[in-house]
């Protein structure tokens, strides 16, 4: 993938976790990000956009933030519900298209 | 309320071709930016295909370009991708989303439930 995500992450309930996401200059470095969860069997839903913003209903413990070709996504007071896989994307500019990281599949023991 | 609701997916042979459809609803479509993005078994999300609101301008990933078709009716609210010369690598769930963002503010608000194409002999 054009963005490089961990694999898996894992944290106990209640806990907090920090899921990254690296780019480059063409993408991240010049770009807002967005964030995607994705539970089993659904489809994903939007988490976070323009960086750092909620849409409606989505609660404030989840919050991105980026810094120069890097983006992360922060989850507190860690649910079992929160189990799925997590997803960065953001346009590319030099391929002229939409790109996401491999995902990233949270565990909450 | 704001709805996507995929069609089309199915079993096809490699070689063969497929058109998927979203019936939109509950906003104005031809407002909107639409995106494909597809879902292969035991991989992550790839974005597939993007198209402005008047049908005017589309994006392709390398991984479809010059196979696929994107495509859009405004009057019937509607959202498509045409797929031919169809491979094994493209068997995936297929979504149709909503793009609010433009380019460097790209992201995806809405999304169908999916539709799932199988390429296999």
């Known amino acids: 993938s054009v963005l490089t995500q961990p694999p898996s992450v894992s944290a106990a309930p209640g806990q907090k976790v920090t899921i990254s996401c690296s780019g480059s200059s063409s993408n991240i470095g010049n770009s807002y990000v967005s964030w995607y969860q994705q539970l089993p069997g659904t489809a994903p839903k939007l988490l976070i956009y323009?960086?750092?913003k909620r849409p409606s209903g989505i609660p404030d413990r989840f919050s991105g933030s980026k810094s120069g070709t890097s983006a992360s996504l922060g989850i507190t007071g860690l649910q079992t519900g929160d189990e799925a896989d997590y997803y960065c994307?953001?346009?590319?500019?030099?391929?002229?298209?939409?790109?996401f990281g491999g995902g990233t599949k949270l565990t909450v023991l | 309320q704001v709805q996507l609701m995929e069609s089309g997916g199915g079993l096809v042979k490699p070689g063969g071709s497929l058109r998927l459809s979203c019936a939109a609803s509950g906003f104005t479509f031809s407002d909107y930016y639409m995106s494909w993005i597809r879902r292969a078994p035991g991989k992550g999300l790839e974005w597939v295909s993007y198209i402005s609101g008047s049908g005017s301008t589309m994006y392709y990933a390398d991984s479809v370009k010059g196979r696929f078709t994107i495509s859009r009716d405004n009057a019937k609210n509607s959202l498509y991708l045409q797929m031919n010369s169809l491979r094994a690598e493209d068997t995936a769930v297929y979504y149709c989303?909503?793009?609010?963002?433009?380019?460097?503010?790209?992201?995806?608000?809405?999304w169908g439930k999916g539709t799932t194409v199988t390429v296999s002999s």
């Open positions: 989303s909503r793009a609010p963002g433009y380019y460097y503010n790209y992201y995806t608000d809405v």
């Open positions: 994307g953001t346009w590319d500019s030099s391929l002229s298209a939409g790109v």
């Open positions: 323009e960086n750092n």
